[in-house]
Structures are given as C-alpha cells and as structure tokens.
C-alpha cells in the first residue's frame, strides 16, 4: 500500500505545531498500524530527519500507552481496539490518514504525538486504594463476592487508563475512566470501607486536574477500547449522591 500520512509535529509543550505530509510507500496491509509509523521514522532517521515521537509500549492492546487520533477517531475506525492492534488492512491504498495527539486540556502536548497523562495518576492516588490487613492471604472463599458483582467489577477493571475517553469528549471529561476505577473497587467487599471517600475524593481530583464536566454525549464509550460502558458513569453518581448525603 502507498499512503500519505499527515501527522502533528510539536518540539515540545511551549512550541507551536503544525500537521505535517509524509509519503509512506510499500506498507503492508498486515502491519499495525504503529509498524507502519516505524517505517517512517527509520525514513526520516535515514534522511536526517527527526523521527515522529509517540508513546507505545505492550503493543498488545493491554498497557494503553499508544494513543493517537486517526481520522478524528481516537484509536482509529475499528471499535474495540487499541491503536496497536489497528492493522492497515482497515485502509485503502492511496488513503490519506491524519493522524495528532489527544486533545484535552489535562493532557498537554509534550512532543508530537506525545501527551502528558499524569493527571490520570492524580486521580487513582486520590483512592483508588483498598484498606488490606497486614499477615497472611486468606482464603479464596472467605469473603464471598455475588457472581453478578463479580462480573460488574470485572467489566469495569478492563479499563486500562489510555485517555480515549477523554480525547473522545467535547468536555474533555475523564468521567468514563473515573467511573470504572470506582466502580470496581466499589463493587467488591474488599473495597467497601473507602467507598464513601473514594467517590468523593477521586471525583475532586478530576476536577482539580483540569478535566470538563460530563454531558452524558456518550462518545467515550465509543472509542474505548475496553467497551467500558456508559451504565458505570451512572453508578458514580449514584455512589456520590449518597456519599455526600452521608457526609
């Protein structure tokens, strides 16, 4: 395949940026699509070029480090998948694919397709915690959890931080990804005692980091990878309503 990509070039967070033409020739429809980036930036090293920097890690579709707006979608035209796991086959040749960073005033530009996403770290440090006794493990079955609760929980711990949600959102809110690391420590017994808190502390962390507010759009459930539903957003007030009536 013969493709031209356009990409965000930024040197860093104070300068300006600007999209960017590059031809990419002889691509497979087999590559990923962060292989068909590789090939262009062993083109521009080759060429004396700086190459285009852009954060992956697991290619795997599990760290959610790769993050990139292709086509204006966050991750891509395929749902359900990472960046990673996007292949070229979703292509035609001849395409012309424009690919820049999330958009979101929590997650400034750091370099090109880079982002800065530590305000999601601000979030779970806020209490995305458990209060475990020290000794030994205890048993598998001693706390029992309802297999509904289970599988609740288990649907909301998928999320793995990538921030497709928020580069989704016209607000810019984080809601979607607050919503499933609460939810899933809120829905087991072992996460009971800080559930209260949590809600609370965790949503004024958000606030804090500069995210929007939620409008209920809906667009962060359709690019996340993971399928995180909109349903959890819903459970996070439920659970701040009654913590703050609580409190």
């Keep these: 395949m013969d493709i031209k990509v356009r990409v965000w070039r930024q040197s860093g967070p104070s300068a300006g940026g ?51 707006v292709i086509n204006g979608v966050a991750h891509g035209p ?33 370099k090109d397709l880079i982002v800065d996403r530590s305000a999601f770290d601000q979030i779970i440090q806020a209490g995305g915690y458990i209060s475990a006794p020290t000794g ?6 001693a706390t029992p959890v309802p297999k509904k609760d289970a599988d609740l929980a288990f649907e909301a711990a998928t999320c793995i931080g990538c921030g497709a949600c928020v580069a989704a959102c016209p ?14 420590l809120g829905l087991m017994p072992q996460g009971q005692p800080e559930r209260d808190s949590r809600v609370i502390d965790m949503l ?14 809906g667009e962060c459930t359709m690019v996340c990878p993971k399928g995180i539903p ?8 439920s659970d701040y309503r009654k913590a703050i009536t609580k409190r």
């Design 18 to 68: 600007k999209m960017v033409a590059y031809d990419v020739k002889g691509i497979s429809p087999d590559a990923s699509f962060l292989e068909m980036i590789d090939v262009l930036n062993e083109t521009l090293i080759l060429d004396g070029d700086d190459p285009i920097a852009f954060d992956h890690d697991c290619r795997e579709g599990i760290c959610g480090a790769c993050s990139m």
């Design 204 to 217: 004024q962390a958000q606030d804090d980091a500069g995210f929007g507010g939620c409008t209920n759009a």
């Design 136 to 141: 030994t493990a205890p048993d598998a079955h």
């Design 78 to 110: 395929e749902k359900a998948t990472t960046t990673c796991q996007l292949h070229m086959r979703k292509f035609k040749d001849g395409d012309v694919i424009d690919v820049e960073p999330w958009r979101a005033a929590a997650f400034p530009v750091i």
């Design 171 to 184: 607000n810019g809110s984080s809601m979607l990804f607050t919503a499933a690391k609460i939810s899933h």
């Design 230 to 237: 909109l349903s959890l957003i819903g459970r996070l007030n």
